[in-house]
């Protein structure tokens, strides 16, 4: 490789990442013995691995890099604990949570609201936990819809430098097992003559399924249902010389659909975008484009009328005229 040049083999995917924790591989690197190389001698750090995962390449993706140590030269047993960590160095190997990548993309877009910084300049940062690795933010990518994944290696010195590398069983690790829970209530009150009221409420969170479900269908929202129905005989609230009889019907539905993650930023958790907001305007107006809420409000009264009648029976009555009024909004 020559100075700041990088290799690197990919592979079309379709991955939903967001119900695994952390990604994984094992990585070997050794320096090129051949003395008619015209390389220079490789010595540790100078090559880096890196993993990039994106919808594409090189305008949407995440990348992680590792400084590589070198195997020495020599023979090693693969029944020996020491021998095996010489071969695949633990400092080489990627393990990181997923969060890593996209709490550096929190970080630029908290950052981007105070400059002008741009989506398509690359934002670096080093792992928090790993100081000598660098996380690389570049677009706007999601481990969401991952469709391309690159392995690559890079000369990070000021030479010609050769190596030889080997990776072994990328996979993806802990499933994101987060539990949630569901409740149903009801209510119903008599209210002697005056009428009946009935409110029913339904909740269930992210991560609620069934004993049978995995944890790749579970619930991805929090939904939220309240029911209240009321039925009432508004004559008699009134002196009962009125002689009115209103019967009244009100109904009021409310259903909330609060999704995990952003669908604006789909490996973001909602509550972390609205957290990364500064002004209560900018999390109202996230709230308002990614909650779905649905409220429907009814009020009638059908054949309201007043119990007059002559002592001769007449069409013109009060009691033979009734009145019907009715709203529904949604």
């Given at each position: 490789?020559?100075?700041?040049?990088?290799?690197?083999?990919?592979?079309k995917t379709?991955?939903?990442m967001?119900?695994y924790?952390r990604?994984?591989?094992?990585v070997?690197?050794?320096?090129?013995?051949?003395?008619?190389a015209?390389a220079q001698q490789?010595?540790?750090?100078?090559?880096?691995?890196?993993?990039?995962?994106?919808s594409?390449?090189?305008?949407?993706?995440?990348?992680?890099?590792i400084?590589?140590?070198?195997?020495?030269e020599g023979?090693?047993?693969?029944?020996?604990?020491?021998?095996?960590?010489q071969?695949w160095?633990?400092?080489?190997?990627?393990d990181?949570?997923?969060?890593?990548?996209?709490?550096?993309?929190?970080?630029?877009?908290k950052e981007?609201?105070?400059?002008?910084?741009?989506?398509?300049?690359?934002?670096?940062?080093?792992?928090?936990a790993k100081?000598?690795?660098i996380v690389?933010?570049?677009?706007?990518?999601?481990?969401?819809?991952v469709?391309?994944?690159?392995?690559?290696?890079?000369?990070?010195?000021?030479?010609v430098?050769?190596?030889?590398?080997?990776?072994n069983?990328?996979?993806m690790s802990?499933?994101?097992e987060?539990?949630?829970w569901?409740?149903?209530?009801?209510?119903?009150?008599?209210?002697?003559?005056?009428g009946?009221?009935?409110v029913?409420?339904?909740?269930?969170?992210?991560?609620?399924?069934?004993?049978?479900?995995?944890?790749?269908?579970r619930?991805?929202?929090?939904?939220?249902?309240l029911?209240?129905?009321?039925?009432?005989?508004?004559?008699?609230?009134?002196?009962?010389?009125?002689?009115?009889?209103?019967?009244?019907?009100?109904?009021?539905?409310?259903?909330?659909?609060?999704p995990?993650?952003?669908?604006?930023?789909?490996?973001i958790?909602?509550?972390?975008?609205?957290?990364?907001?500064?002004?209560?305007?900018?999390?109202d107006?996230?709230?308002?484009?990614?909650?779905?809420?649905?409220e429907?409000?009814?009020?009638?009264?059908?054949?309201?009328?007043?119990?007059?009648?002559?002592?001769?029976p007449?069409?013109?009555?009060?009691?033979?005229?009734?009145?019907?009024?009715?709203?529904?909004?949604?």
């Amino acid at each position: 490789l020559s100075p700041k040049e990088s290799r690197a083999v990919y592979k079309k995917t379709m991955f939903d990442m967001r119900q695994y924790k952390r990604l994984q591989m094992f990585v070997h690197a050794e320096a090129m013995l051949d003395p008619a190389a015209s390389a220079q001698q490789l010595r540790d750090h100078e090559l880096t691995a890196f993993v990039r995962l994106g919808s594409d390449m090189v305008y949407n993706y995440y990348e992680y890099e590792i400084p590589l140590i070198l195997t020495p030269e020599g023979t090693y047993s693969n029944n020996n604990l020491a021998d095996r960590q010489q071969v695949w160095h633990p400092e080489n190997m990627f393990d990181f949570p997923f969060t890593v990548l996209t709490d550096a993309k929190l970080e630029r877009n908290k950052e981007r609201q105070k400059t002008n910084l741009s989506n398509s300049t690359p934002f670096v940062k080093y792992d928090p936990a790993k100081p000598k690795n660098i996380v690389t933010v570049v677009g706007n990518p999601s481990i969401s819809d991952v469709e391309n994944i690159m392995i690559g290696i890079r000369n990070k010195s000021g030479e010609v430098k050769s190596g030889e590398i080997w990776v072994n069983e990328m996979r993806m690790s802990e499933f994101d097992e987060d539990g949630g829970w569901a409740a149903l209530a009801n209510m119903a009150v008599n209210l002697s003559d005056l009428g009946s009221v009935n409110v029913a409420g339904r909740i269930e969170t992210a991560g609620f399924g069934g004993i049978e479900s995995n944890v790749t269908n579970r619930n991805m929202s929090d939904f939220h249902q309240l029911n209240l129905s009321a039925a009432l005989d508004l004559g008699r609230f009134l002196p009962e010389q009125a002689k009115l009889q209103i019967p009244a019907f009100f109904t009021y539905t409310n259903e909330t659909n609060s999704p995990k993650y952003n669908p604006l930023d789909e490996d973001i958790l909602l509550k972390d975008a609205l957290n990364n907001l500064e002004s209560m305007v900018e999390k109202d107006s996230l709230k308002s484009m990614t909650q779905s809420v649905i409220e429907t409000r009814s009020f009638n009264i059908t054949n309201a009328k007043i119990n007059i009648r002559s002592k001769k029976p007449m069409f013109y009555d009060p009691a033979n005229v009734t009145f019907t009024y009715s709203v529904n909004e949604s």
